[in-house]
């Protein structure tokens, strides 16, 4: 992500431009003649925009932290305040999402589903109390909403996240909406369990799509570390993972414990560590405030100008679709109606085609990366063989589960790195395909233009990464692969007496390593089988959607040429003047930030 450090715009003028655009958008849907051309969907998709607009300019600076659960959120929050202002320590059924902003008094309000606010007092918010409170409220939380008069606080919108993965799904969609309005993401992690499988898919899926030109990478709970030359060695493993998915963002090795007492007076956890923790924590803190802080106009300016652009795209791609539609005529319209309604029409038939061809391409990217796996526990092995008569016995016994578990995940994540642009790549080259068929020529690639602005429509690598993750590294269930080599080592190891161990701890994990292989290219097989299925749903989930939107054209069009008071002339006039004018949009959006 580059970055414009000492760039300099005018917010007030960007929002100017913006509310242009909103209003454009609000006098095209007002306009009865344009109503009447454009259709109830269509005008309903403009409107969506206009008030997404809106609700972006009224909105505050939103910087969001956000990372697995049990990082230390909300603890790095307090840490920032200075105060204990958020509850830490929570369970899942106690989480809540937190909005911390300004206030003249310190209040606290739960915002519920249904709309209502209900008060509430510091103690309602903490662990022993909230799960009780939930239970009697007349609907689910939305959000707490807490105010606090702290100078930070006058210039931006904290937005504390209970946390992702497996055991905070239930937020997966709210997390999901946070970040989508969010302007700056504080991403945490832990030293004790640096940057795992699941936060590299999170990163992947949910933060790098959004093109946020400022995340700052926390690694937190580094008190729990011995050394300082263990912080740092972890944090170069850290900073070297995640340069693979967010290239420039550095890490900072912090504990928001330690700075919580240092800033309250409290005992400090790690005393040899206080001074170098307290000026790791400062480097964040200035990274906040040079990079965030002082550049929050720029950042906010561009974030704003991205959602409005990703908004023009979408209503150009549907204007052309629309005027291609009108130009085709009666006659080929009604023949495209019918083989976008028919259940055994060619088109039907090419979609299966297509998910056939990718189902196949899953298929032999299944082989070669079995034949990758299997040679690469083969060179694996002779390394062990290699270091059976001089590898210390208290090592091992520490260390050699964790290096098999290391070497086995990256030797994965380089196959899913490779195969994950393959799948992607394929998807959207079907789509382009099946776009054809539906004589979409003209349209399909502003359409995958607008695709890529809104990351959630298209199946992307970060889709493959997440799979890997969730499904096939089982990193939070039982069957996972992860755990099968931990399994697999202990009973290797229980097949010998601890005397006979002591003597040759690798020998029993050795002698049974043929049927951990062959585990392994088992759990292969029914990763990539539920990975051919997922992509394969994806693509026609994809072009039942494109099917959707050219039939709502072609039946707008078909009312426009069949409709007395519009002559097929006029309309296509009309729509092209409307494209110019999203053109014209599009011009002073781009020229707004030069």
């Known amino acids: 992500m580059e970055r414009n450090d000492r760039r300099i715009i005018d917010f007030e003028e960007v929002k100017t431009i913006l509310q242009q655009t909103a209003e454009e958008l609000h006098l095209i849907c007002r306009d009865s003649p344009t109503k009447k051309l454009l259709g109830e969907v269509l005008i309903r998709r403009i409107e969506d925009g206009e008030r997404m607009l809106r609700r972006r300019l009224t909105e505050p600076f939103h910087l969001v932290v956000t990372g697995d659960f049990k990082r230390g959120k909300s603890m790095l929050i307090n840490a920032l305040l200075g105060r204990e202002t958020v509850p830490t320590a929570v369970t899942p059924e106690t989480a809540t999402i937190n909005e911390i902003s300004w206030g003249e008094e310190p209040s606290c309000e739960a915002v519920l589903e249904n709309g209502r606010r209900i008060r509430l007092s510091p103690e309602d918010i903490r662990r022993d109390s909230i799960e009780s409170l939930k239970k009697e409220l007349p609907s689910p939380i939305r959000f707490v909403r807490l105010r606090e008069n702290i100078p930070l606080l006058k210039d931006i919108t904290l937005v504390d996240t209970p946390g992702t993965g497996e055991l905070m799904q239930a937020f997966d969609s709210q997390v999901s909406a946070y970040l989508a309005g969010a302007d700056a993401v504080i991403f945490v992690l832990s030293a004790r369990s640096p940057l795992s499988l699941t936060e590299q898919a999170f990163l992947s899926s949910s933060v790098r799509p959004r093109s946020f030109s400022r995340v700052l990478t926390v690694m937190n709970q580094c008190d729990c570390l011995d050394t300082e030359e263990d912080i740092l060695r972890v944090r170069r493993l850290v900073q070297e993972r995640i340069s693979e998915i967010l290239p420039d963002t550095g890490v900072f090795a912090v504990s928001a414990l330690d700075e919580l007492c240092r800033k309250t007076g409290a005992q400090r956890p790690a005393p040899e560590l206080e001074r170098f923790l307290e000026t790791q924590f400062l480097a964040f803190e200035d990274a906040l405030q040079n990079d965030i802080l002082l550049q929050r106009e720029v950042i906010q300016s561009e974030r704003c100008i991205a959602a ?32 976008l309604t028919g259940e055994n029409s060619r088109l039907l038939d090419d979609m299966e085609a297509q998910k056939q061809a990718l189902a196949q391409s899953v298929d032999s990217m299944y ?13 694996l092995k002779a390394e062990i063989q290699a270091i059976r008569s001089t590898a210390g016995i208290s090592d091992l016994e520490r260390h050699f589960q964790f290096y098999m578990i290391d070497m086995v995940r990256q030797a994965v994540h380089s196959c899913v790195q490779v195969h994950q642009a393959q799948i992607s790549d394929q998807i959207q080259s079907s789509l382009k395909l099946l776009g054809r068929r539906l004589a979409l020529d003209a349209a399909s690639e502003t359409a995958v233009g607008v695709e890529a602005a809104l990351p959630d429509t298209l199946w992307t690598g970060s889709d493959t990464v997440m799979f890997f993750a969730g499904d096939f590294l089982g990193l939070n269930e039982s069957l996972g692969l992860f755990y099968v080599i931990g399994q697999a080592i202990a009973g290797f190891v229980r097949q010998k007496s601890m005397k006979e161990k002591q003597k040759d701890f690798l020998g029993p994990f050795l002698s049974g390593y043929d049927s951990l292989t062959l585990e392994v290219s088992e759990s292969l097989k029914k990763a990539y089988d539920k990975l051919k299925l997922a992509a394969v749903n994806k693509l026609e989930e994809l072009f039942r959607s494109r099917m959707e939107s050219s039939l709502d054209s072609i039946r707008q069009a078909r009312d426009i040429l069949k409709s007395e008071g519009l002559r097929r002339e006029d309309a296509l006039a009309s729509l092209e003047d409307l494209e110019k004018e999203i053109l014209k949009l599009q011009s002073e959006l781009e020229q707004a930030l030069d």
Do not use: H, M, P
């Open 308 to 339: 409005a652009k990703a908004v023009l795209l979408d209503i150009e791609s549907q204007l052309r679709l629309l005027r291609q539609s009108i130009k085709a005529g009666t006659e080929e319209l009604e023949q495209r109606e019918s083989e």
């Open 367 to 379: 082989l070669t990366a079995d034949q990758w796996l299997l040679d690469f526990l083969a060179r």
